[in-house]
């Protein structure tokens, strides 16, 4: 599923396209979506100005002027720049049609995203209440990862995962931040000292910035704004690559799974 480089990118991709322009029109075919279109949506932002385009995590916050679009690109979405003459296929859900003739077209096929509203001139929302900092930002250090681990038995990756703690680590940059750090994905995270929280704290935040450098990761659906593949899993050192030799010491790659997801790791490198 997209994860926070991947919607970073998109945020970059739609900015130059969406900022300072009026929304003319909001076309919604399906409001199936992880939480339901709100029936009023289209009618709430025809005639708005987008001025901005912000990232709260995974989700992005569009400035409506006294309002936001939040939207989430769940586990298949995209969104895509495109001419509103585009003729919509079977996922296309949304269009934001702007006043240049331009529009913003979201396609999800498990429909597992949101597209919702939130009026006044702060984002609060249920959705966005109890998120850990952002990885690239200050407040996400060795200090903060440190005492919020203290005691815990869960695995320390499944710990980066969990949004609480920080937010936008997904399962492909966890597995390769731990590997950056030299620490085992199943080591508890109770267990892991103050130098190796330096280590991993770093790792996080150069393996994000080199996949936002990258455009994300395409697995399945994700697509950039402007319909090109993100490429980062090209030159991922464990991710998806089980059985095949280490880029550092040729071990075989292996492969577990950790809270229904698939880890990947060396058991050379990380301890």
């Known amino acids: 599923?997209?994860?926070?480089?991947?919607?970073?990118?998109?945020r970059l991709?739609?900015?130059?396209?969406?900022?300072?322009?009026r929304i003319a029109?909001?076309?919604?075919r399906d409001d199936r979506l992880r939480w339901p279109v709100p029936a009023d949506f289209?009618?709430?932002?025809?005639?708005?100005?987008?001025?901005d385009v912000t990232r709260r995590g995974k989700y992005l916050l569009w400035d409506c002027e006294s309002g936001y679009v939040l939207s989430h690109l769940g586990m298949s979405g995209s969104l895509r720049v495109i001419s509103a003459k585009d003729l919509p296929a079977k996922h296309d859900h949304i269009d934001f049609v702007l006043d240049n003739g331009n529009a913003i077209r979201y396609t999800d096929p498990r429909r597992f995203g949101a597209m919702l509203w939130i009026a006044g001139r702060d984002p609060v929302h249920a959705l966005l209440d109890r998120l850990g900092p952002e990885p690239l930002s200050l407040?996400?250090?060795?200090?903060?990862?440190?005492?919020?681990?203290?005691?815990?038995?869960?695995?320390?990756k499944e710990f980066v995962m969990n949004s609480h703690v920080v937010v936008?680590?997904?399962?492909?940059?966890?597995?390769?931040?731990?590997?950056?750090?030299?620490?085992?994905?199943?080591?508890?995270?109770?267990?892991?000292?103050?130098?190796r929280h330096e280590?991993?704290?770093?790792?996080?935040?150069?393996?994000l910035s080199a996949a936002i450098l990258a455009g994300g990761s395409s697995l399945r659906d994700y697509v950039?704004?402007?319909?090109?593949?993100?490429?980062?899993?090209?030159?991922?050192?464990?991710?998806?690559?089980?059985?095949?030799?280490?880029?550092?010491?040729?071990?075989?790659?292996?492969?577990?799974?950790?809270?229904?997801?698939?880890?990947?790791?060396?058991?050379?490198?990380?301890?």
């Open 224 to 271: 950039q704004a402007n319909g090109e593949l993100g490429y980062f899993q090209v030159n991922a050192f464990v991710y998806d690559r089980e059985g095949l030799p280490c880029r550092i010491c040729a071990t075989p790659i292996r492969a577990i799974r950790q809270g229904q997801r698939s880890t990947y790791f060396c058991p050379v490198c990380q301890t």
């Open 42 to 51: 289209a009618r709430r932002l025809k005639g708005r100005t987008v001025t």
């Open 1 to 10: 599923m997209p994860e926070l480089p991947e919607v970073e990118t998109t």
């Open 199 to 207: 280590k991993l704290v770093d790792a996080i935040k150069r393996t």
């Open 168 to 195: 936008g680590v997904g399962n492909i940059y966890a597995s390769e931040s731990l590997f950056l750090a030299g620490i085992h994905p199943k080591r508890l995270a109770g267990r892991v000292s103050r130098a």
């Open 13 to 21: 991709g739609l900015l130059p396209y969406v900022q300072g322009r």
């Open 139 to 156: 407040d996400f250090n060795a200090e903060h990862l440190a005492n919020t681990a203290r005691g815990r038995s869960v695995s320390i």
């Open 25 to 28: 029109k909001v076309t919604v």
